[in-house]
């Protein structure tokens, strides 16, 4: 008879058992999860680290060209709206400095919440009617393609045609399509994972990762950000080099995906504490005999039957030898 279950199943069974035949039971306390495993998952599996890069590192990009777009908004505005020396709510007497008018800051205020309600009605367009469709269309491997070419073109673009209103569609087309894009591919990824991989390394890309890439986009901003200039010069290289670094990525990222959906390969189950249970349970549903043992009880039957079977003929036999035998030994009586 083979048993089936989890191991947590059957220590709980063996302590009932215990505690029926009242003996102590010594609790076993179940090993927390380290708060570096997320990491050590993350450094072990190329697999994962592609999946941080492409849930994170197109947020350097991001913070470049959203930080371009403020400074240039701020100088479109300081020049539509400008300020005199006679104005002390934007003019600083002690150091010389020209600030933002109340009119330029409304203005700029009324932008950005334009630029809000334009990202966040085309990611919904996106989504609502592009994701799914481009998927099925162009299949998972060319959709992660496509999200850094798009990157990569915005990029050149914005470094080619650095004014105000070319940087805001540039800024929506990388939102807009972060989300309707992007984000549904990463999390499609994350299907020939283990649950170790999807619960504990997926919290520290999306908090860690995430924040960590906003931390160098910002890096890069305040290195070049002297001016508008300097940083649409500057920043474009490095917002370059990372879109060519995520073509590559999700070059590699879609191989692996059909490599390993095709073959079953599960990314992290070797650190798995549960995987262990669950191929002994597909290994003992491959076998003839089931986990209930039916297959050896129905032959227990089998043979119980036969053996009764077996002794209810010689029973029947020995009545029979027995009449035989008491009709033999009966004395013959004659009539007078």
Request: glycine residues 6%; proline residues 3%; charged residues 25%.
């Amino acid at each position: 008879v083979k048993t089936y279950g989890s191991a947590e199943e059957q220590q709980a069974k063996r302590d009932a058992e215990a505690a029926a035949m009242g003996k102590s039971v010594k609790v076993q306390k179940k090993e927390k999860a380290g708060v570096l495993e997320g990491l050590y998952l993350f450094w072990e599996y190329n697999y994962v680290k592609g999946i941080f890069a492409i849930s994170c590192l197109f947020m350097v990009e991001v913070t470049i060209v959203d930080y371009t777009l403020k400074m240039l908004a701020n100088k479109f505005f300081s020049e539509e709206y400008p300020c005199a020396q006679t104005d002390p709510t934007c003019y600083d007497a002690t150091t010389g400095e020209y600030g933002l008018t109340e009119d330029a800051l409304k203005a700029m205020a009324s932008f950005m919440g334009l630029f809000g309600v334009a990202t966040n009605s085309l990611s919904f367009l996106f989504s609502l009617l592009g994701t799914s469709a481009v998927i099925r269309y162009l299949g998972l491997r060319l959709t992660l393609l496509l999200f850094p070419s798009l990157c990569l073109a915005v990029i050149i673009v914005v470094r080619l045609h650095p004014t105000l209103y070319v940087v805001f569609l540039a800024m929506i087309l990388l939102k807009a399509n972060s989300y309707a894009l992007n984000n549904p591919t990463k999390e499609i990824l994350y299907q020939p994972t283990s649950p170790a991989v999807r619960y504990k390394a997926k919290s520290w890309i999306d908090i860690f990762g995430a924040r960590g890439s906003k931390a160098l986009g910002s890096l890069v901003t305040n290195t070049f950000s002297d001016s508008a200039e300097m940083l649409v010069s500057n920043g474009s290289l490095v917002g370059m080099a990372v879109a060519s670094f995520l073509i590559w990525n999700a070059r590699f990222m879609g191989r692996k995906f059909e490599e390993y959906t095709e073959s079953g390969y599960i990314v992290g189950e070797d650190n798995d504490p549960d995987s262990d249970n669950l191929q002994m349970a597909i290994h003992q549903n491959k076998n003839d005999d089931t986990s209930c043992a039916l297959k050896d009880e129905e032959e227990d039957d089998d043979d119980d039957n036969d053996e009764e079977e077996g002794d209810g003929e010689g029973v029947e036999e020995s009545k029979e030898e027995e009449e035989d035998r008491s009709f033999a030994k009966k004395p013959e009586t004659t009539d007078v």
